[in-house]
């Protein structure tokens, strides 16, 4: 690998995550060999849409073999149970980095796994792009552009060559890098990524037990509601692992949550929910110019 240079890439995990990745690479990076790892059905899906240049299913050691970038897109279960073997298996000086959606486990257990005087590194990473749809069929090559993608460390960490390389890749695909601490990742994306995913599932699976037989209340849902409930259509085999590694941030968030809905309704029969909306409403506006 040359300092301004990633060649050999192997992507484990080519669903929605690290097919897009391949796809990006594909349309914004030249002359990257790009390698898939994962079940045999999935990755000759990947292969037909032409994202990897070689698939892999089975043993792992025949995908990481000489690859310079080692690019984890599996659930967090999944890539807990297979860091180990990771770690033992990647090529000499290979950068080994994750798209999983919390970091605080994954960075402590990769710090033992990749010690500073190893020759591999580890980089913690989670893209903050995704869709309701899971699976390859969904993969888009500027599913990363113009969206955050986190990094853990520190920017100093991007001293290194290897992570420079990776730098440079993420932002030629068109993602904006952002440098942040594990714990703080967690606290934020808590708040702002899972907290609404079970709202909306909250929401969602309360209206479904209200249905009548004429189907209402959604009969005469407009498309407001469909709107809201968009995270609804994700599946718990997407967010299983989340919630079961953050689910401290989460708990404290789901009962402050609560606490403001109990205040909402108190205030129900008055007129004081403007600061409510404002605030809001503001919200919204810097969303929409991020």
Known sequence: MTPHLINRVTILGTGLIGGSFALALRKYTTD?????????????????????DASFSGELAPALENADLVY????????LDLLPEIARLAAPNALVTDACSTKVRITEDAADLFP???????????????????????????LFRNNTYALTGSSSDSHDPRISAFVKILEKIGARPLWLGAQQHDYAVGLASHLPQLAAVA?????????????LPITLAGPGLRDSLRLAGSPYSTWRDIVLTNKEVLSAALDLFARRLDDLRERLASRDLEADFDAANELYKLLRSL
Not at 72 to 79: F, K, V, W
Not at 118 to 123: A, G, I, M, P
């Open 116 to 142: 500073k005087d190893s020759t591999n590194l580890f980089l913690g990473g989670h893209p903050m792009a995704g869709r309701e749809l899971s699976g390859i069929a969904h993969a888009d090559a500027d």
């Open 203 to 215: 929401l969602g699976s309360f209206l479904y037990d209200h249905l009548d037989e004429n189907g």
């Open 32 to 52: 990257i060999y790009i390698t898939g790892w994962d079940r045999s059905d999935v990755i000759a899906d990947a292969q037909s849409r032409g994202a990897i």
């Open 72 to 79: 984890i897109a599996l659930p967090i279960g999944t890539t």
